[in-house]
């Protein structure tokens, strides 16, 4: 099957998406040769923080809805999944304790209007720092159907709290991304081609009269920052999801203009979290697979990933030990679309081919990883597995890597990393310190009056310390 996602490609693969863009399929759907298909096996890995699971199905199962007993999707805790307990106080956004539905027709528990769905099952409105003043345009707010006065929707990136709305029946208007992100909608959702645009990074482009730029975000493949600039002479930076790096602080546009509305990935944003630097997590990984090796050298090293994220992780691995990675025909066709030869050259279809694989991150559980020992026991007598996400970040530990205790039982181990494709709370502050934005508008977390004030509070605090 072609990587370029085209309509003969995809005959075989029906669309199964609600009308709000997001799954609605029934148990893990499999094709004419028993094996599971693209939409299921690619909904299944999750995103992010979250898996999707069936709302009828407990948070272990892993399975997704059946369309035709009218089952809908919801989006849980990869800590539920994991069978793992976090305190509410440690988790910025609630996803240790609790779960929300991703239909527009279940009520939800939170105080956010962006998520509530008004009486009469009327179109959620869409929040205020979705949209960018003084502009037809939103960013990431596909969730809410045709806004009004909204003339170009932007995607900061393809992962599903994102691009929620978005289906082959989106008709609102049309949507600029970037040429990676644009292969997956096209490929994963069926979007008309014709409403889509590509928008190269670093490039400038004027759309209804704003400059807009998108520049590295740091986050996952294909995910951008927004730099609006308007006849005003306003600047309007919206992250996305971002991590932010130092590199950031020598762009010309950041470094030349002044940014007046910073539109801010908050997702980490609590002194609490202090992670590591990517590079030093993804030595730590190296290192701890080569030990392990040296011990047990019949060992699977297994690392779980989003559908779309984590892929640094398998990479540096393949690189440093010169192996490949296996990945199912779901994953090998998502990592194709990337264009990139480095990777795309280390992935192999035969699980006997190499001892690194690759697995959804919810599916990294100890029976469900001895199972998969038990399934390749002619070849390997242990396993060993990362789960590299920042929520198995721990303040006792820090940037202290070598104090990370896996969870072991039998011949299986499994160590939490903090590799976070997320900006740490030193992290935003550097970033907040370098720009000097004339306002900060937090984007996530903002669910409560009380978290917005303690976030408006740290960017006065950080401001006044330049």
Request: aromatic share 10%; charged share 25%.
């Amino acid at each position: 099957m072609r990587a370029n996602g085209d309509s003969k490609s995809l005959s075989t693969l029906p669309p199964t998406l609600d009308d709000d863009g997001f799954p609605s399929i029934g148990r893990p759907q499999v094709n004419d040769a028993g094996e599971e298909t693209f939409a299921s096996s690619f909904y299944r890995g999750g995103t992010d923080w979250s898996h999707l699971v069936s709302t009828e199905d407990g948070p272990g199962n892993g399975a997704v809805a059946d369309r035709d007993s009218e089952k809908r999707l919801r989006q849980t805790s990869l800590f539920r999944i994991w069978g793992l307990k976090r305190k509410e106080a440690d988790d910025p956004e609630g996803c240790a304790s609790s779960s929300f539905s991703l239909s527009p027709k279940r009520t939800k528990t939170s105080s956010d209007p962006a998520l509530l769905t008004r009486a009469g099952d009327r179109p959620r409105a869409c929040p205020f720092y979705k949209k960018m003043p003084g502009t037809p345009f939103t960013v990431d707010a596909f969730r809410y159907g045709r806004v009004e006065g909204c003339t170009a929707y932007f995607l900061t990136h393809f992962h599903a709290d994102h691009y929620g709305g978005l289906s082959k029946k989106w008709s609102h208007g049309p949507i600029y991304c970037t040429p990676l992100t644009t292969r997956l909608v096209k490929m994963c959702l069926y979007v008309d081609p014709l409403l889509i645009h590509s928008l190269e990074l670093n490039e400038e482009y004027v759309i209804e009269g704003v400059r807009v730029t998108l520049l590295e975000a740091n986050h996952c493949p294909g995910a951008a920052l927004i730099l609006f600039c308007l006849q005003n002479g306003q600047h309007y930076l919206h992250t996305g999801d971002f991590r932010a790096s130092r590199s950031m602080q020598s762009h010309p546009l950041l470094l030349n203009n002044q940014v007046d509305v910073l539109y801010l990935d908050t997702t980490y944003c609590n002194p609490r979290y202090r992670f590591p630097a990517k590079e030093d997590v993804l030595n730590y990984v190296v290192k701890i697979t080569r030990n392990f090796l040296k011990r047990h050298p019949k060992t699977l090293v297994v690392v779980g990933a989003y559908s779309i994220g984590k892929e640094c992780v398998y990479l540096t691995i393949s690189k440093a030990l010169g192996v490949k990675i296996h990945a199912n025909s779901s994953r090998r066709r998502i990592l194709n679309s990337f264009n990139w030869p480095e990777l795309s050259d280390s992935v192999t279809s035969n699980p006997k081919e190499t001892f690194l694989h690759v697995l959804p991150i919810s599916s990294l559980r100890l029976e469900n990883l001895s199972k998969y020992l038990k399934e390749n026991k002619d070849r390997y007598t242990e396993v060993l597995a990362f789960r590299p996400t920042g929520w198995t970040y721990s303040e006792k530990i820090g940037v202290h890597l070598d104090l990370i205790k896996p969870n072991s039982k039998g011949n299986v181990t499994i160590y939490g990393v903090p590799y976070s494709e997320h900006s740490s709370y030193t992290e935003l502050r550097e970033f907040v310190q370098f720009l000097r934005p004339k306002k900060i508008i937090p984007t996530v977390n903002v669910s409560n009056a009380s978290g917005r004030e303690k976030m408006q509070s740290y960017f006065r605090e950080w401001l006044r310390d330049t």
